[in-house]
């Protein structure tokens, strides 16, 4: 790759938040036709304390980063996307939101497929340290990770902000070839990207089925009651997701570095075909937004304060 830069993004409502090294930016298309661009500076965890920049420790970093300015960005986009003004979220509000939007994705995708699985092998005569009991967990969270991305690509917008996922891959490409900045030559490029969170989350759902069959069979019972154990597997499920997500995390960085290829391109080739449903192709005037949220990250500012611009 002729950039070697590193450069990530996210759709969010009508428009694109995109992060280089030193800046984090967010471009949104209002009502009216016009780009309102916000443009902070940035500097991750990792820069300020040096261990969380190891590798296994960075994953879990990085996501929780992702995770705040992702709510912040979406927050902002809904604001500009409708001309509403409001402050922002206060911290305790904005809090809750993460928690419970974490809550939300922890019981849906750790808990329901435990459950589902310990009612399955009741029924079938399996158990907790059989390997058919952790197929069965990985199959049902697969399945329903799958089922609710399909479900919700159904509605008009998210099918949107879909496109807008789109037309931030297309971007990314376009200034990882070293090409120019225009709609033109981002049109030309793939919508699918090794790095994309998509990927991340299905190898990080991949990764636990592993890592899971090898581990639970060896945790002691800590209670005569069946209900009471698997409660306290599913806790340690909850905290084995931290190392998880960051060998997952150095599986992605790996696999961006090899340009997807080889066996990386293999091991990355099921969250690759996911994102047909995660990005749609995106008009000109998305792809438009994405440049203009890239290229505000990647220019140098005269102050490193915030700034907001219409552009």
């Known amino acids: 790759m002729a950039n070697r830069v590193n450069v990530g993004g996210q759709a969010v409502i009508e428009g694109v938040m995109m992060k280089a090294p030193r800046r984090l930016c967010v471009a949104v298309r209002r009502p009216d036709g016009g780009i309102v661009v916000k443009n902070d500076p940035f500097r991750p965890l990792a820069q300020r304390f040096k261990p969380l920049g190891w590798p296994f420790l960075r994953g879990p970093v990085v996501l929780g ?38 809550g939300a994705g922890l019981g849906l995708f750790v808990a329901l497929p435990h459950l589902l699985s310990w009612w399955l092998g009741s029924w079938r005569g399996f158990g907790i340290d059989s390997l058919a009991f952790h197929l ?11 089922a609710y991305i399909w479900l919700i690509s159904l509605m008009g917008e998210i099918r949107r902000v879909f496109m807008y996922h789109g037309a931030e891959h297309k971007s990314i490409y376009c200034f990882e070839s070293g090409a120019e ?39 002691p019972p800590v209670s005569s009651v069946t209900w009471l154990n698997h409660l306290a ?79």
């Open 65 to 102: 980063e992702t995770l705040v300015q992702g709510l912040k960005a979406l927050g902002f986009s809904a604001r500009q996307a409708l001309e509403e003004e409001g402050e922002e979220l206060g911290s305790w509000a904005f809090a809750f939101t993460m928690l419970a939007a974490l």
């Open 136 to 146: 069965v967990d990985g199959a049902i969270k697969v399945t329903l990770f799958v």
């Open 181 to 219: 900045l225009t709609v033109e030559n981002a049109r030309n490029h793939s919508r699918l990207h090794p790095r994309c969170g998509t990927a991340f989350l299905l190898v990080v759902l991949l990764i636990s089925i592993l890592v899971f069959a090898v581990v639970l069979p060896f945790v």
């Open 233 to 311: 597997l599913i806790g340690l499920k909850v905290l084995l997701m931290l190392p998880i997500a960051g060998v997952s995390y150095e599986v992605i960085r790996k696999a961006g570095q090899k340009g997807g290829k080889g066996f990386w391109g293999m091991l990355l080739w099921p969250g690759l075909q996911l994102q047909r449903l995660t990005t749609k192709e995106p008009s000109d005037d998305q792809i438009e937004i994405a440049l203009a949220a890239l290229k505000a990250a990647l220019e140098t500012p005269e102050s490193e304060a915030p700034s907001l611009r219409v552009l």
